[in-house]
């Protein structure tokens, strides 16, 4: 319940603009999207599943198709391993080739073979015994020996097994039947290789709709449309383990492309170690191609209902709003006092009525403050202003020009007396005090800001004496360069007062100006006491802490600076301090660079 109560307080205190909205959402374009999303989504289903159910009854007729093939082979692998002639033909000894030819050509069982059945490619009989090879009968030499699939057949005594193997005459890669063969008294007699017919397994996968690959052992590729993945692993299969006859689906990345896989595996016929895998890729674009095409344009129709429908409701609610705001400024109006409210015709609604009831109110109250408050406002205002000219005529009394007039007669009366110091002194502060008196918001040339501080480092140092020297450089063209007045004298001034080592026989002053890429950039050096690591600590964090947070910190003047600079150019610029304790302080100014060309530094030193 509480969430509910925090629910609908939420919603009752937001703007009555964002409830219409939130409603319209709620109630229409949300179930909208979503019923789309399920069609679009259900629909994909039903056209993947579909296609599946087809691809299921094809591999069916495939794998039919391909076990009367592989059966074709292992029947014609157990006539030869029973049959005496070719046992006959391999025990016998012979006294010279002729006789090898007559008996080769007394055993013509593996041409017949050959002839009548187009399922076999080859075959070839590796005979342990060294006689004279021809096409079908082939010496097994050691190299022969030597390789894994001879080896295999050998270890599995007579047991049938299927290996991808290459023929030894002509170099090509079949699915191979390989088998050993025993004589009478289970002696080695050699080893049969069958090889499929590669054209006999195109025909039977020829008419399939997506790529269908034949696998052995989920190790080789055996048979595919595409002859460049023949030999190759099939690295589509996830699941190398599936047991016989068993039929998995699975999603997966085959050329970069994202296919549901089809898998059957099963075992031909009197084998024990191998598997064959009849796989199916069906690109799932492609097949949702045609139903997404449909899904696309009813979405089209419903986002273009969906526009038209935002539209008006948007218009609506722009109308409604401008209305209400009218309406709460007006109000907001007379709550301030001011009652003189614009005549709107805001519509013949409630809210227009209500508005034109607002408007005979604020007249109401308008007449009855003139009857009741006007003569004593009218009467307080005069004597306000009575009070003001007074002010005035006696501020006027003591104005710049009395102030200047009089510092140049002292300066004047100075001279008279060749009192050079003197005269110079009340000159220079005659013009600091001008400049400062004229000082506005408007930003000043920069170099009359760097002229207003060699006057008051030239009123320092006649006070100090050589105690203090100063130098000004300026290492860039700064004409026409514009800045806040008075950004640069509180810097200087904290050089002067807190800077300067009262025990140093000689403290310096250096002002550096001068550009890089991104900066213009002031600095402003002194050789005094410098500032205790705390102390400094406490003055980077002041620059940047808020307002109140600087106000009760030290260096008021320098977070002053700071923040004018960051108000009126950007968080990019501002102040910087760094000092050693003992050695001196530097306070840059990082200003916004302006282009132009950099002159000859004009140094200053006194």
Known sequence: MNYLSQLTRSFTNRKVKIKLLGIYLAVTVIPILLIGFYLNYSMRNVVLNNTINEVDANVDKLEMRLNTILDRAINISDQIYISDDLKKVLEQEYDNNLQIYNAYASYPIFNNYLRYYNEIENIRFYMTKEMITNSQFVYADQETRNQAWYQKAIERQGRISWEYMQDKWTKESYLTLTRSVYGNNRELLGVLAIAISPDNLT??????????????????????????????????????????????????????????????????????????????????????????????????????????????????????????YQLRDAMNNIAKGNFDIKDRKLGGDEIGQAYEDLVVTADSIKELINEVYIHKINEEQWKRRQKESEFKMLASQINPHFLYNTLEMIRMKALINQDQEVARSVMLLSQMMRSSLEVSEQPILLESELKLIKTYLEIQKMRFGDKVNFSVAVECDIQDYYIFPLLLQPIVENAIIHGIDREMETSMIEINVYRTADNLVIEVKDNGVGIAPERLMLLKNALDASEDTAQQSSGIGMNNVNKRIKLYYGEAYGVDIASEYGIGTVVTLFLPSEKGPDSDAEIIDH
């Open 203 to 324: 025909s039977i996968s020829k008419s399939e709709l997506f790529d269908v690959f034949v696998s052995l052992d989920s190790e080789k590729i055996v048979h595919s449309k595409d002859p460049r993945y023949l030999g190759e692993h099939p690295s589509f299969i996830k699941k190398a383990d599936i047991q016989d006859q068993e039929s998995i689906i699975y999603d997966t990345e085959f050329k970069q492309e994202n296919y549901k896989i089809y898998l059957r595996s099963f075992k031909p016929s009197k084998t024990l170690a191998n598997q064959i895998q009849i796989t199916a890729l069906i690109p799932i674009e492609d097949v949702i191609k045609d139903s997404r095409k449909v899904l696309y344009n009813g979405f089209l129709i419903v986002t273009i209902c969906l526009i038209v429908s935002i539209t008006l409701i948007g218009l609506f609610i722009k109308s409604f709003d401008k209305r209400i």
